[in-house]
C-alpha cells in the first residue's frame, strides 16, 4: 500500500510570498488532515476533511491560509501571504475512518520563510 | 478540555538501558484513545499503538511496552535495551469521542549513545 504522498519535500520563500503545498492520501482513505509542526512543539490541526467537505478548520489562519480537497481525494494547503511565522513542518496525514484506529502521515513539508 | 503533556522535553541514555517516556492526559470524555507516534530525523511521523479507554491492559510488543492507567491518566511508554535506531522524536496523543482530532504532547526527544 502507498503512503501518503507530499510535496514538495522543502520551501523556501520571502515573507509577503505565496506557497502552496500538495498531499495524496492513501487511496480510500475519505479523512484528510493538515498539521502544522513548529520545531520544537507537537503537530497543531490546520483543517480536516471528509471526503471533499470541511469537518474542522477552527485553527486555520482563514486570512492567510486556504485548502482544497477536489473530488475527495488530492489536497492543496496555501499560504498568501507568507509570514515569517509560518516557517514549519506541513504534515498531511489520512485516515479510513475519523481518525479513533489513528492516522497515516505523509513526510511533510518543510517550509522555511526568510 | 483536551489535553496531553509530556514533561520530558529530552532524554539521553547509553544503549542498552530501559528508558521510560512519560505521558499524561486530560479528557472530560469517558470514552477515549491514546496513540503514541515515532518522529524520527526523516520527520515522518510513525504509529506505534492505540489504546482505547476501556482497555487498560498493559501492551508489550518486542522492546517496547506501554503501561496504562486511568487513575493517573498516564500513559507511558518503555523501551527496553534501548538501541541507536530508537533515537527520535516521540509524540503522544489523545483523540476523543466527540471530537476526531488529536492532541498532541510536545513530544520527548530520545538520544540513545552507543
Known amino acids: 500500500e502507498a503512503g501518503v504522498a507530499q510535496s514538495p519535500r522543502y520551501k523556501i520563500i520571502e515573507k509577503r510570498q505565496s506557497v502552496a503545498f500538495w498531499c495524496n492520501p492513501i487511496s480510500g482513505h475519505a479523512t484528510l488532515y493538515w498539521y502544522q509542526q513548529i520545531l520544537g512543539q507537537g503537530p497543531k490541526l490546520l483543517i480536516q476533511?471528509?471526503?471533499?467537505?470541511?469537518?474542522?478548520d477552527s485553527q486555520l489562519p482563514k486570512d492567510r491560509f486556504s485548502a482544497e480537497r477536489l473530488k475527495g481525494v488530492d489536497s492543496t494547503l496555501k499560504i498568501q501571504p507568507a509570514k515569517l511565522e509560518d516557517s514549519a513542518v506541513y504534515l498531511c496525514a489520512s485516515s479510513l475512518g475519523t481518525g479513533e484506529y489513528g492516522y497515516t502521515f505523509g513526510s511533510g513539508t518543510r517550509l522555511t520563510v526568510v | 478540555a483536551q489535553k496531553v503533556t509530556q514533561a520530558q522535553t529530552e532524554i539521553s541514555v547509553v544503549e542498552k538501558e530501559d528508558v521510560t517516556l512519560d505521558c499524561v492526559y486530560e479528557t472530560r470524555d469517558t470514552t477515549y484513545y491514546l496513540f503514541w507516534y515515532k518522529q524520527p530525523p526523516s520527520g515522518e511521523l510513525v504509529f506505534l499503538i492505540r489504546?482505547?479507554?476501556?482497555?487498560?491492559q498493559n501492551e508489550i510488543s518486542g522492546r517496547y511496552s506501554w503501561n496504562f492507567q486511568k487513575s493517573t491518566s498516564s500513559f507511558n511508554f518503555t523501551i527496553t535495551a534501548s538501541q541507536v535506531v530508537d533515537s527520535a522524536v516521540y509524540f503522544c496523543a489523545l483523540r476523543g469521542y466527540n471530537f476526531n482530532k488529536f492532541y498532541f504532547g510536545s513530544g520527548t526527544k530520545l538520544n540513545v549513545k552507543p
Open positions: 476533511f471528509q471526503n471533499n467537505g470541511v469537518v474542522d
Open positions: 489504546r482505547n479507554s476501556f482497555d487498560e
